[in-house]
Each structure stands twice: as C-alpha cells, then as structure tokens.
C-alpha cells in the first residue's frame, strides 16, 4: 500500500506541475481577456439567478442549476482542502486560491456558455451538454473533438466517484468519528449516507435539484455567519493573517502558531490545485447541469454559473483560510507538528473555538460534503450516458452507491491525491475547447451582453441515447 501511495503521490506532483498550471491560469487570464472582463458582471449573474424562464427550454430552473452546481462544489474543497492547502503549500497558499478562483470566473463562464449553446435533446425531451457535446459539436476537426469528448466523459465519469463521492464520504467519517463521543464504525457511516442517497438520486435531476435548491443556500449562509463569529472571536489575529498569506505566497517562512510557508512553488501548486477542487473552474463539471436549465440564451446561463466560482472561491475558501490561519495563531495548544494531514488541522482548529466551533464544522463538513455527492452523481451520470447510452444510467448508479458505502475506510490523503490526479485529466480536455471555441465565446458575449432578454431561436437538435 505504501508503494502504491508513493507512485500516486508522484504521479500528482508531476501532473500538476508547471505545465498544468500554466494552462489552468493562462486559460483563466486568456479567458478573462476574451470576455473583456467578465467577472464586471458578476451581480448581474447573481441577479438571473432568481429569476426564471419557465418557457424556455430545459429541465430545471437557473437557480435550480446553479444551486446544484453549488451542491457539487460547495463541499470539503471549501473547508478540508483548503486546510490540505495550508497545511501542505503554507498559509501564502489562501492566496493562489482566492487569485484562481478570481480569475477562473471566465473560465467558469465561459466553459458553461458552450455547454448551453451545444446542448442537445434527447428523444424523450432531457436536455444534455457539457463540455463532450462542445467538442463533439463545436470543433471543425470533428475526429479529434471526438476523441476528446470520449476522453473527457471518461475523465468526469471516474471523476464522480473521485473528487465527487470518495473524498466527500470520506471527510463526512472522519468529522463524525473525531467529533462525536460515541464510536461509529465508519462502515455504517457508509451504509446510512448510502441508502439516503439511493433514495434521491434515482429520482434524477428533478429530485436532485429540488434537494438541493433547499438545502444550499441554508448550509452556505449557517457557515458563512459562523466563520464571521470566529473572525470577530480572533479580530487581534486577521490583520497578522492577512500578512502571513501574502508574504509566504512569495517566499519560505514560518510564524506564529507553527504555520510554515515552504515557498512559492509549493504554494502555487497546492494553492491552484486546491483553487480548482474548490470551484472546479475550467473542469466543466458544473456545464453538465447548466445544460439542462431554462434559459433563454447562453450567455445568461453562463453568467449565472459564473456566480459559483465567485460564493465558493471568493468567498468561502477566503473565509475559510482566514480562521483556520487566525485561529492557530492566536492558540498555541494547536501543535503542528502532531498534525498529520490538513483534515485534522481543520477539525482541531475549530475545535479552539468554544462550544459554536466544533458544531460549525460538524454541520458544515456533512452538509457542504453530502450535497457535492448528490451533484456529482448527475455528472458522473450524463458523462456515462455519452459514453454507453441510456444503459449505463442504472449500473453507474450501483456502483456510485458502492463508493459511497466503502469510501469511509480508505486513507483521506490518498483519495485527495487520486481526486488531484482526476481533476486534471479532465480538465485538460475541456481547457481545450474553452480555448479553442473562444472566438464563438467571445461573439457569443458581445452579442447578448447587449439583449439579454433575446430568445436564441436556434434549433435543439434532438439525439437518440
């Protein structure tokens, strides 16, 4: 086990190197260039997404697809991986996650306006898009769109019971394990999460979706308000910091509480990495479920799923950052030498706070990590269907279900490390028709940013799966 560990751990580190980071943040940047700063537009988008278009197509409402793509990515990358960022890159690793999610706003937007623009029907009327249907649709060289669409289905559909399910069950066991006074063998933690989500799941997206557009907005704002109670709890401790994440985004270091900053180059790998497990900005995940709202063009849709990055990234991990960093400074029972991944930093940093810590982190760890896994199910499922036809939908189903029952036994820091791996994989194909379909982007926006209220009249071609 231990040689397979290190062949993963290598494998990450070389996926993510350079040359992945350079394609993740320069399609961001490319991206918030070609769409003349679209991030300008963000409370626009977060306005669309209360209101509805019954009459267009599509099989959920915007909000229902935006909180379900929330669902999917409000989860432990908010909370334990930010903690595996700063407990593996340093504190300067909040910054490159904060400046990836800034920036990956484009990208966010972008990735979703081709999923709605290249979506189709299938013949008993469920919409389907995302980033298989671009390629496949969008690209002149049709082979090699494809390739990529079968690549990148393939990638997501692994990806769901990766980043999607395993580390999600995995972190909901580990809280309750460390935080309950009684003793619940981690396999019935699976058991119990498993048959819960049987019930939903195989109620499809209109089950998912109603779930979700409930439960979101309560979680996102019970742990929005308890971070801001701790903050006013260490208030003596933000400004020191603020100070700790930008200096050691830049350079080594150490301060106060044992927090080690071991450069830029750890930083910015764990930063980034941990920046698109957050908000999943140019993974096209959320496009899988942006495809099936009611929207009257593409570009409202976008800018809808745009706002995602911008709560869980902008806001959620910069909050999160914030009190764990704060917290292990201003408690010096916290000892870091004694903490062996970033899921136990968290849980013991909270746990400095009296009696509202331990709760927010309970609450939220199960909340934010159940709802990813209800979300994911949807993309592991539609990337199936591409790949199989309709067929595939129920044994898919079976065997998300088994992730969730046995995920709870397996080491958290392995799973992180496989979920790394998947997230690039899959990346990789969607960057690629992000940037290669810019210019239909970039049109595409300069149009409707002037009509937004403009019905797109094109054809849904229908297709038979």
Same mark, same amino acid.
């Given at each position: ?80 991986? !930010? ?12 910054? %490159?996650?904060? /400046? ?16 709605? *623009? ?21 690209? *002149? %060289?049709?082979?090699?769109? *494809? ?163 911008? %709560? ?16 292990? /400074? ?14 136990? /930093? ?57 992730? !969730? ?10 799973? %992180? ?32 940013? *002037? ?5 797109? /009249? ?8």
């Amino acid at each position: 086990m231990e040689a397979f560990s290190s062949i993963i751990t290598s494998l990450e580190n070389w996926i993510w190197g350079a040359p992945m980071l350079i394609l993740l943040c320069g399609t961001h940047i490319f991206m918030t260039l070609r769409t003349g700063f679209i991030q300008k537009k963000t409370f626009t988008g977060i306005r669309l997404s209360v209101t509805k278009d019954p009459d267009s197509p599509g099989d959920v409402s915007q909000f229902q697809a935006l909180t379900t793509a929330l669902a999917s990515t409000i989860g432990t990358g908010n909370i334990i991986g !930010v903690g595996t960022a700063i407990y593996l890159g340093g504190p300067g690793a909040v910054l %490159w996650c904060w /400046m990836t999610g800034v920036f990956g706003i484009a990208t966010k937007y972008a990735e979703s306006l081709i999923a709605v *623009k290249y979506r189709v029907q299938t013949a008993d009327g469920r919409m389907m898009g995302g980033a298989m249907y671009a390629l496949e649709r969008g690209l *002149k %060289w049709k082979k090699f769109g *494809k390739t990529l669409a079968m690549l990148f289905a393939l990638f997501a559909m692994l990806a769901s019971f990766g980043i999607g399910c395993g580390t999600q069950i995995n972190a909901i066991a580990e809280v309750i394990e460390t935080n309950l006074p009684i003793g619940i063998p981690r396999i019935a933690i699976g058991i119990v999460f498993g048959i819960v989500t049987a019930i939903i799941i195989l109620g499809g997206i209109e089950s998912i979706a109603t779930v979700c557009e409930k439960l979101v907005p309560v979680m996102a704002l019970f742990y929005v308000l308890g971070c801001i109670v701790i903050l006013g709890i260490n208030f003596d401790y933000i400004l020191p910091a603020f100070r700790a994440i930008f200096t050691l985004a830049f350079r080594p270091g150490a301060v106060a509480g044992g927090l080690v900053g071991g450069g830029i180059r750890l930083a910015l790998q764990y930063g980034v990495a941990r920046g698109l497990f957050s908000n999943e900005s140019g993974m096209g995940s959320a496009p899988l479920v942006a495809s099936a709202a009611q929207t009257r063009n593409p570009v409202r849709q976008a800018l809808v799923s745009a706002t995602g990055t911008f %709560w869980t990234t902008v806001v959620v991990c910069l909050v999160t950052g914030l009190v764990l960093i704060s917290t292990i /400074m201003k408690n010096p029972a916290v000892d870091m030498a004694s903490i062996a991944n970033g899921g136990q /930093m968290t849980t013991i940093a909270f746990a400095q706070i009296p009696y509202i810590g331990p709760a927010i982190l309970v609450f939220s760890i199960i909340t934010f990590a159940y709802s990813t896994i209800l979300g994911w199910s949807y993309y592991g499922e539609r990337a199936a269907e591409y790949l199989i036809g309709r067929r595939a939908i129920l044994p898919y189903k079976l065997v998300f279900l088994a992730v !969730v029952v046995f995920s709870p036994v397996l080491a958290l820091d392995l799973i %992180w490390s496989i979920a790394d791996i998947l997230n690039a994989l899959m990346a990789i194909p969607n960057l690629i028709a992000v940037l290669l379909l810019s210019g239909v982007i970039a049109q595409e926006t300069r149009h409707y940013l *002037k009509n937004l209220d403009e019905e797109d /009249m094109t054809e849904i071609p229908v297709v038979d799966r």
